[in-house]
C-alpha cells in the first residue's frame, strides 16, 4: 500500500520561511514525477511544483524564485523549501506522485497517489 505523508506546515509570519516534507512508503519515486498542490478555502486544487527525472523541476509562476521542490531518494522523500512566504500563499499543501511517467503534470487528475495535507497558513 502506497502512502504520502507531509509534515512540516504551520503558522508564521509574511516573510518567513517553511520547509514541508513527504515521506512516501510502499514504493519507490526516484525519477518518477512528484509534485506539490495546494487549495484555498473555496478554491481548486493547483500545482504549486513538481519534479521529475532526477534534476527537472516546474513551477507555478506565483512561486517561481520564492519555492524550492527537492528529493531525497534514499529517504523516498521529496521537500518543498518554501521562503519569503506571503499570506496568499495560506492552503492546505498536499503531496502527489504518479504511478508511471516523468515529466510535467499540472493537473490533479494525473496523480495517483496523495498525502493527507498540512495546513500553512501566513498572517501578514
Known amino acids: 500500500q502506497v502512502q504520502l505523508v507531509e509534515s512540516g506546515g504551520g503558522l508564521v509570519q509574511a516573510g518567513d520561511s517553511l520547509r514541508l516534507s513527504c515521506a512516501a512508503s510502499?514504493?519507490?519515486?526516484?525519477?518518477?514525477?512528484m509534485g506539490w498542490f495546494r487549495q484555498a478555502p473555496g478554491k481548486e486544487r493547483e500545482l504549486v511544483a513538481t519534479?521529475?527525472?532526477?534534476?527537472?523541476?516546474y513551477y507555478a509562476d506565483s512561486v517561481k524564485g520564492r519555492f524550492t521542490i527537492s528529493r531525497d531518494n534514499a529517504k523516498n522523500t521529496v521537500y518543498l523549501q518554501m521562503n519569503s512566504l506571503k499570506p496568499e500563499d495560506t492552503a492546505v499543501y498536499y503531496c502527489a506522485a504518479r504511478s508511471i511517467g516523468q515529466g510535467i503534470f499540472t493537473s490533479t487528475s494525473y496523480y495517483d497517489y496523495w498525502g493527507q495535507g498540512t495546513q500553512v497558513t501566513v498572517s501578514s
Open positions: 510502499g514504493r519507490t519515486f526516484n525519477r518518477g514525477t
Open positions: 519534479s521529475w527525472s532526477g534534476d527537472r523541476s
